[in-house]
């Protein structure tokens, strides 16, 4: 029997039922007009009489006793887009980790480092990390990472690690600096998305790509994972739909392997060759260990150690070299790796007359260059003269007989001469251009006056080359 039919059949079974009243024609006039004025206001009751009616008098459509047909309350709660303006600054951002909702610990870790805020705080595979935020005048904030034994108390920490200034939108933490090390990304709440590129691959001619961006997905604004064969100063971070350059604010305690981080050091005490004996060996471990290598995996070599023209010298920033009596040397190294790449580092160091006080300037660190003309491959200084119309430059030419600045606009900027380099080095001055332009080049020749080769100017600058654009 279908449902209209059983439901006619009770209506009909209550209608005999029911007493009639007497039947008044007129009346029956008048009330017709009145219900016809109501009957848009109770339809929708009517309508839910109606489904009342149809529960009391078809009971055998149910399912169970005690079932109900109306839907189950549900709750949601909704996290705020990554743009949300709660999430502007780092100090807005929740504690996250499997530590998070650890009151007690919390406390105590804010009493013990009189830290204002955690972000972060989880129990990793081999350490307690946390990460905390604290304003610092002058800039938006510092973050600190402490970090101490897998399960352990606020007074096992101790800080490894801390970056102020620059603060970006995203962090990443590594739990040790080794290239096999659990990373954490940490970035807003609303973000769920993120790409993770490994390292970069150097070629013996120079060449640096990097590592395609594999996207993860994130939980509540984090992403934790093992990273193998990936060197720290190497991992970039993205988060959400950017294609910039990755994160490099990276919180880390140090290796796990001391001997990656016992090594010589340079000897600022030190001068004339002691000096170059002790700095060689330091400057290329510093690249192994950037590169996540041993120090006893490359081979470094001076290129270069020897005076540099001391206003030069304070014009790209050494200022120290201009006091009266201070000896300034240039040092440039080439580490060799286990593959046969060549990265070119270059230092300028300033020693007092006395010999009472030294300091030292990085030119440039680790920076890939073409292995099979290393040897001739030319190193440059170059800033603006007194005023505003000429460029000066020094070049230490290494192993080459004559060197030379080539123009791409020799209308406007000329080509210099032939230049023989005396102890290694020489002098030239060109028109002034903007550092936008570049319009120079170097090339080094053979003592028959065969070229050698050509390069740019410049080194390429870290942060290009570690980005992989270096072509």
């Known amino acids: 029997m279908s449902l209209e039919t059983q439901l006619r059949e009770a209506l009909a079974a209550r209608a005999d039922d ?3 009243p007497a039947f008044d024609p007129c009346e029956r006039v008048t009330s017709a007009v009145v219900t016809s004025r109501r009957r848009r206001r109770v339809a929708a009751v009517g309508a839910a009489a109606a489904v009342v009616a149809v529960a009391v008098l078809a009971p055998n459509l149910a399912q169970g ?4 047909t109306l839907p189950a309350k549900r709750t949601q709660v909704i996290v705020p887009g990554p743009n949300d303006p709660r999430w502007s600054a780092l100090s807005s951002w929740p504690t996250r980790g499997s530590l998070a909702t650890d009151t007690a610990f919390l406390t105590a870790v804010g009493n013990q480092f009189a830290t204002s805020h955690v972000l972060y705080a989880a129990d990793l595979p081999t350490t307690r990390v946390v990460v905390s935020w604290d304003a610092e005048t002058g800039g938006d904030g510092k973050l600190t990472m402490f970090s101490g034994p897998r399960g352990g108390t606020a007074q096992d920490l101790a800080e490894v690690s801390s970056a102020s200034g620059g603060l970006d939108d995203v962090v990443s933490l590594r739990e ?3 290239n096999d090390a659990t990373i954490v990304v940490l970035t807003r709440p609303g973000i769920q998305t993120a790409s993770i590129s490994r390292s970069v691959q150097i070629g013996v001619d120079g060449s640096v790509t990097r590592d395609a961006y ?3 997905r994130l939980t509540d604004g984090v ?9 720290p100063s190497l991992t970039r971070v993205r988060v959400g739909d950017s294609t910039t350059a990755g ?29 170059r004996a002790r700095a060689e060996p330091a400057i290329g471990g510093g690249v192994a260990v950037s590169l996540g290598l041993s120090p006893d995996d490359v081979t470094t070599t001076t290129r270069y150690y020897g005076p540099v023209d001391r206003a030069l010298a304070g014009r790209v920033g050494m200022a120290d070299s201009v006091a009266p009596g201070t000896a300034t040397r240039l040092m440039v190294t080439d580490t060799r790796l286990p593959q046969g790449q060549v990265l070119r580092s270059a230092l300028l160091v300033a020693t007092a007359k006395d ?8 030119l440039a660190t680790g920076v890939p260059i073409n292995a099979a003309t290393a040897n001739v491959h030319p190193f440059v200084l170059h800033s603006g003269g007194t005023g505003t119309t000429t460029m000066s430059y020094e070049v230490f030419a290494l192993d080459a007989a004559k060197a030379r600045l080539v123009s791409s606009s020799p209308s406007i900027y000329p080509s210099t001469t032939m230049l023989t380099p005396r102890e290694g080095r020489v002098v030239a001055t060109t028109p002034f251009w ?4 570049t319009p120079y080049e170097i090339e080094a020749y053979d003592g028959s006056g065969t070229p050698l080769g050509r390069w740019p100017v410049d080194l390429p600058s870290e942060d290009a080359w570690t980005e992989g654009v270096q072509p």
Not at 65 to 68: A, C, L, Q
Not at 223 to 231: G, K
Not at 247 to 273: F, H, K
Request: glycine share 4%.
């Open 18 to 20: 029911l007493v009639a």
């Open 223 to 231: 992403y934790s994972e093992l990273l193998q064969d990936s060197p």
């Open 247 to 275: 994160s490099r604010v990276t919180l880390m305690a140090s290796s796990s392997r001391p001997a990656d981080t016992d090594g010589p050091s340079i000897c600022l005490d030190c001068t004339g060759e002691d000096f």
């Open 214 to 216: 594999r996207p993860v």
């Open 434 to 437: 903007s550092p936008d332009t």
């Open 65 to 68: 006793e005690h079932r109900s």
């Open 355 to 362: 010999g009472s006080a030294a300091s030292t300037m990085e």
């Open 176 to 178: 040790h600096a080794d």
